[in-house]
């Protein structure tokens, strides 16, 4: 072989530039078991280059225990030609007795000529930084999951194409699935009934899109054939500059809609008027709300509640609902609403502060006191009328009730008394 001045300047410069890199440069020659180590090399475990003796039975006895049976079959697999080259990540015993964690590359740079090796070169790097900062993020996914099994909703998440790629504790529970399902294959599709399912995937749709989801109603299918109302609030996965699928949660809707169908059968049987309002707008009102107003379901849902009450008095009615809302305290009272008609009537309303389909809302009773209101105008001219008569009488005359109060009296009975 002819010496080349140049090819050697060339390695050396090679030797040079490894010995000053961040890579810590090693040589083994297969046919003795001696080792180059770079002073690079000797750094990452704390040692000086000449406490370290140059031979393989060095390294195996600075390798962890737990990952020298795997970074040997690595090792075996690159010199018997199964991979083109050695790879693998591993623990390193330090002079201050921790673990450095090492990625390690490799391959065979000199054979025998017959397919043998005779020397294995490679480069290790430090990724301690790497690996904590890896296992801090697994701390940190553990915790997220056990505290997302702690909650009573189920949160989740899917690909762009549905399918399910996490879920909660109460995910489980709720619909019946298991982790086992889970890893063959789950779709958020499948887990709504067949009318539901065009609409799940025209509002999945949208939340890939980008839209803001403000909450969405469908029943949901478990996996044995049972059905349970729900509602979802998703939101887009964005990894870089696509979005990758989505997460959300789930609320279990069958207590709420129990509570709704016992609250519509008692309002639909009572004799007062019920209705409740959000926004100042009709949610619900009942049967007899509507017989009493005269208007029809569909002309109230969804329209300001003052067009049922006559103008003079509709600052007022608002004014006790936003203290109402406001949590302070409000009484009944009374006001005068209109028909649909044109009538007029005179009305108790009395109201309560509720969470309706989870926003605050307005409870409120309507009693039509119309003919109360009459009886005691009617009693009140009644009582008027006395006065009147007994004032011509020429005697003292007074009046007592049956609790033996005084209720009225006349002038002839002012003079003899003088009171």
Not at 214 to 228: D, I, P, S
Not at 343 to 353: E, I, R
Request: hydrophobic letters at 35%; glycine letters at 8%.
């Amino acid at each position: 072989m002819c010496y080349c001045p140049g090819v050697e300047k060339w390695k050396e410069d090679l030797w040079l530039v490894l010995e000053d890199s961040c890579a810590y440069f090693w040589s083994w020659d297969i046919r003795t078991g001696e080792v180059y180590f770079s002073s690079r090399w000797a750094e990452l475990i704390g040692c000086r280059p000449e406490g370290i003796k140059p031979h393989i039975s060095t390294w195996e006895k600075l390798v962890h225990p737990d990952d020298l049976l795997n970074v040997k079959k690595a090792l075996n697999d690159c010199l018997k030609g199964l991979t083109p080259r050695y790879e693998a990540e591993y623990r390193l015993l330090s002079a201050t007795g921790g673990w450095r964690w090492v990625l390690s590359r490799g391959k065979i740079v000199a054979g025998d000529g017959r397919g043998g090796p005779l020397r294995v070169a490679g480069t290790s790097l430090d990724i301690t930084e790497r690996k904590q900062a890896e296992e801090d993020l697994r701390d940190v996914d553990v915790k997220h999951k056990e505290m997302a099994d702690l909650l009573p909703q189920i949160i989740f998440e899917t690909d762009e194409k549905g399918n399910v790629t996490y879920g909660n504790r109460c995910a489980f529970e709720l619909f019946g699935y298991t982790p086992a399902d889970l890893k063959k294959g789950l779709n958020m599709f499948q887990m709504v009934i067949p009318e539901d399912r065009e609409m799940t995937r025209k509002n999945s749709r949208r939340i890939l899109s980008g839209e803001k989801s403000n909450g969405n109603e469908y029943t949901a299918l478990r996996k044995e054939g049972g059905t349970f109302p729900i509602a979802v609030y998703t939101a887009p996965i964005i990894r870089g500059n696509r979005t990758a699928g989505m997460r959300g949660i789930v609320i279990d809707l069958t207590e709420r809609k129990q509570g709704e169908e016992m609250f519509k059968t008692l309002s639909d049987c009572s004799p007062i008027g019920v209705y409740i309002i959000q926004d100042g707008k009709f949610q619900f009102v009942n049967p007899q709300f509507l017989k009493l107003t005269g208007y029809s379901k569909e002309e109230l849902l969804g329209k300001d509640s003052m067009m049922v009450v006559v103008p003079e008095d509709r600052e007022a009615v608002r004014k006790n609902n936003v203290n109402l809302l406001k949590e302070r305290r409000s009484f009944p009272h009374e006001f005068r609403g209109v028909t649909r008609s044109g009538d007029v009537k005179w009305v108790l309303g009395t109201y309560a502060s509720i969470q309706y389909r989870g926003e605050r809302a307005v409870l409120g009773n309507y009693i039509d006191i119309t003919r109360l209101k009459q009886s005691e105008e009617d009693l009140r001219a009644a009582h008027r009328q006395l006065l009147d008569t007994i004032e011509f009488f020429p005697d003292a005359t007074l009046i007592i009730d049956n609790n033996g109060k005084v209720v009225a009296w006349n002038q002839a009975m002012e003079e003899m008394t003088g009171v």
